[in-house]
């Protein structure tokens, strides 16, 4: 019975672990450099290091998330996620590592529409990997949860509005056309994530 439940652990952590290596290779390699702002933590990285240089894209997904993981312990106690904790540090880690093993200066290519579709895919079958198994990547999922623990707010929405605030943005931080492929980026990402689930189950 011991030995079934450790086989179960260890095949949950590894595809826990396989979710969040590819959602980090697409957020990294495709939406990184390219500065899509699809929203969530990685959107505001990517806004925040252009206003502040000193840090790097992995340098704010971690503070960030590592600040959300404090409060959401704070406010939502010990037992608000462990799989949420181990993902959330995981994608830091992973994140912070590639940029000082594998640099990013530039995109990949010259094709950013081609690009746009991985920054979208690659994180959304990332993601759906994770909400089947009741897991996500923190970030602004933590948010989410303290608003729903002492807000009658709907969630979805708020998080929408988030999400839309960062991609809209990009026009100005950036410039329109990174804008708008941070906002196209947005919206089929949802869409993509649905579709995942569905052919997972």
Known sequence: MQKAKVRENVKEYAL??????????GIYFFKFPNHFSTG???GMAVILSHYIPNFTNGDFVMM?????LIVGYIVLGKG????????SLLM???????????????????????????AVSLPAVGSAILFNLDASSGGTDIVAMILKKYTSMNIGTAL???????????????DITTGLFSLCGLFTKTIVIDTAIENIN
């Open 16 to 25: 826990l672990t396989l979710g969040t290596v590819i959602m980090t290779l």
């Open 40 to 42: 969530g933590v990685s």
């Open 64 to 68: 960030i998330n590592v600040l959300l």
């Open 80 to 87: 608000f996620g462990g799989r949420t904790t181990y993902v």
């Open 92 to 118: 830091s880690g992973l994140t912070w590592g590639l940029e000082r093993i594998i640099p990013m200066n530039a995109p990949m290519t010259s094709q950013p529409l081609m690009e746009l579709i991985f």
């Open 160 to 174: 929408l509005a988030v999400d839309l605030l960062i991609a809209v943005s990009a026009c100005f931080v950036f």
